[in-house]
């Protein structure tokens, strides 16, 4: 009896692992981060400006909005969240499963009194404080606004 269950058992997970089944349920078991941020970059500042714009991407693949609050970094005095239209913003939400992407133009991280030089290839920190009380580190790269496709 013992090696007739035995046998049973491995011919119904030989069974799954073939139909497929077991793959989808291996992928839909991998950990998703709850929050992530990609494409983070930073335009090096035009001559001695001491002004500059940040964008990245935040998926929010938790079950609740979320908040950005406030960003921070050791390059700049201050940071704003900008909108359409040079609105200064105090939040930006994000709603469960969306994403915020800041392009420019639409939404950027304004950076105001730049405390060090930056070129093209440095790799910058920010903090970015959540409403849910945790905290993001986003490491952008700064790249040279010029670097962009421009339609004339």
């Known amino acids: ?3 007739y269950l035995g046998k049973t058992i491995i011919c119904v997970v030989l069974a799954l692992m073939t139909s497929g089944v077991f793959a989808q349920v291996s992928r839909a078991t991998q950990q998703i981060s709850p929050i992530s941020i990609s494409d983070a970059i930073v335009y090096v500042p035009v001559g ?7 964008f990245f991407t935040l998926q929010n693949n938790t079950q609740e ?6 960003v921070t970094s050791s390059v700049a005095k201050k940071i704003a969240l900008i909108s359409t239209g040079g609105n200064v ?4 939400s994000i709603a469960p499963g969306q994403r915020l992407s800041l392009v420019p133009g639409r939404q950027y991280l304004q950076l105001d009194g730049i405390k060090n ?3 093209t290839g440095d790799e910058l920190h920010f903090d970015v404080s959540l409403s ?3 905290a993001l580190t986003v490491i952008a790269r700064a790249k040279s606004a010029f670097d962009q496709i421009h339609g004339h």
């Open 48 to 54: 001695k400006a001491a002004t500059t714009q940040a």
């Open 1 to 3: 009896m013992k090696t």
């Open 65 to 70: 909005q979320v908040t950005i609050t406030k």
């Open 132 to 134: 849910n009380g945790k």
């Open 117 to 119: 030089s930056i070129s």
């Open 89 to 92: 913003l105090n939040v930006w």
